[in-house]
Each structure stands twice: as C-alpha cells, then as structure tokens.
C-alpha cells in the first residue's frame, strides 16, 4: 500500500480539499504513474456536483493525467521505468465485447471504468482521479507520451484533444472541406487547431465579438458572429461540418440551416436539457447530427502521436493544486484560456 495525496469534492456543494488514500499493490499488468500535471475539465465540476447523476464522494477528480513511470508490474511489456505516460478519461473496460474488441472501448457496451467515479472492475473499490500524486493503470489503458512537448500543455489533450480529434477523423474532415467550430473554450480551441491542422477551411463560430482575435490566433481562417442576422444569413447552407462544443442550452435549428447538404453537425457539449429540433430542418437538406465520445486507446495514441509530430498542445493556464476551488469558478464564468493544468508538484 502506498499512500496518496489528493484534493477530493467530499459532497456536492463544499469546495474540494486535502484527501489522501491508498492505492492497492502493483498488479501484474500495470504501471504506476507519479503525475507530473493533470488538466482540469468540466466534467470534473460536473461529476463532483453531481450534475450527472450521484458521485461516489470523497471523488478525486481528473482525467487529463500525464507523468512518469515509477513502477512495472512483473507481466508489463509495454512500458519501462522513467518513461512518460498519459491516462486518459477511462482506466479499463470489458475487453470482450465488440466494441473493445475494435478499439472503441469508449463504446464499451458493459460501461467504460472512469478515471474517477467509477469501482475498479468487479469491486467496490472506487477508482481516483488525476487530482493525485500518483496513479496505477493497466498498461493496456496507458498512453505513451513524447518527451518532445511541453507536459503540461500535452496533458489536455487525453481528454479536450481525443474528443474533438475522433469525430473530426471519423468524417474524414479534410482539403476541400468547410467546417465551423462552435463554441470557444477547452474542446474548441483544440477543434480550431485540429481541423486546421487537417487542411480544412475554418470558421469560429461565436456570440462573442471579443473572441475573433482569439480565433485568428489559434489558426481560424474567418470569424463570423452568431448574434449577427445578417452574418447568420450570409452564411445558410455553407458549411460541410459544425463541430458544437457548446453545454449551454442554445437553439441547434439556427446552426443546422448553416449545413450544406449532406452536412453534419457533431455535438461533444453536453447541454442539460434536450434540443428541439425540427425534422424539416434536417430533411430539406439531408442533414445529419451525431454525437461523439472521446476515442479508444488506439486512436488516443494516434492523436497523442500525430500533434507530437505536428507539435499540437493545448492551450493552459498553469495552476498549484490549492487553486482549483478558484480554478472551477473561473471555467464556469469561461474566465480561462482554455484549460487549467495543475502541476501536481504543487501538492508533494
Ligand atoms: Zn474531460
Ligand atoms: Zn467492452
């Protein structure tokens, strides 16, 4: 057993504050991790609120893990001592079904094991976050991580980075393709970057005069207003993907009649509350919406890959761990570009 420190939410509604645990012996199979920087998602505040259903408290939250590893099980091949390695939103799956048999174990149909807020596979052992000073994974659901980016900016990407990199990989967003990004926060910077990235023409899409230049800088090609009718028309039936990051609730109509035919709208924001949609919106011009999940762990090491070589990170504010109760108010107020990294160094 070795004792952990942590920063835990103990219920719904206190701030988060000092936690430690133990984590159980090394297994045969996994690694231990000692967390060099971990991002700070919504999801985070989500869970901890219990704004998706009952948290398993004290919960240490986090899923945004990159640091090195201190310690092999006997059986581990893939990973060696001092390397740096990266978790990401999930620690296990069933391994059998179908959807982990084809690397999608996001899609797992027994229901991924979470990072945090989740028990270890057949226990009631709850699983611990980022939040910490160290971790301990099965080197099967531990991403390998290059030493030729800045860590705290890579951290990000196992959760922000996957989400908006699958979809876009899914539809093979390319050249030739026009796509709108809405929503400017921790997943649509890495949309802007990503897309960008891909050859693709890219427009931001927000309510937000302040944030044109912001979008520029991230490598947008245009900027349009959403509050602006003329601008909204001007732009009908344009554009061949909209990646929506948005959580609040917003009118999806008016962005669907941006979509040229056959265009598609991606949703990885969450909203609380359902969406209206009118059929003919969709009909007139085979339009389709889908949803989705993060990626497997296949496609998280080709995204984690793929901006090593393209020198991709994620845009950060670096923070000690005592901030984060801050850190949270500030990302409900979208006070930060565009995601908080706590420096677990800040709580040895
Ligand atoms: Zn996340
Ligand atoms: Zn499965």
Known sequence: MTTIKAYAAYDAETPLRPYSFDR????????????????????DIHTAKGDWGPAIYPLVPGHEIVGRITAVGSEVTKFKIGELAGVGCFVDSCRTCPSCKSGEEQFCEEGM????????RGTKIPTYGGYSTSITVDEDYTLHI???????????????????????????VG??????????????????????????EVTMLSHSPSKEADAKKLGAHHFALTSDAATMDSLANKFDFILNTVSAKHDYNAYLNLLNTNGTMIIVGVPTAPAEIPAITLILKRRKIMGSLIGGIAETQEMLDYCAEHNITS?????????????YERMNKSDVKYRFVIDMASLK
Do not use: W
Not at 113 to 120: H, K, L, M
Not at 175 to 200: I, N, R, Y
């Open 24 to 43: 159980k012996e090394l297994g045969a199979k996994q690694v231990q991790i000692e967390i060099l920087y971990s991002g700070v998602c919504h999801s």
């Open 113 to 120: 094991t979470g990072t945090y807020n989740s028990y270890e």
């Open 146 to 172: 290059s030493d030729k980016l800045e860590l705290s900016a890579v951290a990000p990407l196992l959760c922000a980075g996957i989400t908006t990199y699958s979809p876009l990989r899914y539809l093979k």
């Open 175 to 200: 050249k030739g393709h026009k796509v709108g990004v809405l929503g400017l926060g921790g997943l649509g910077h890495m949309a802007v970057k990503f897309a960008v990235s891909f050859g693709a």
């Open 315 to 327: 845009d950060v504010e670096v923070i000690d761990m005592s901030y984060i109760n801050e850190a």
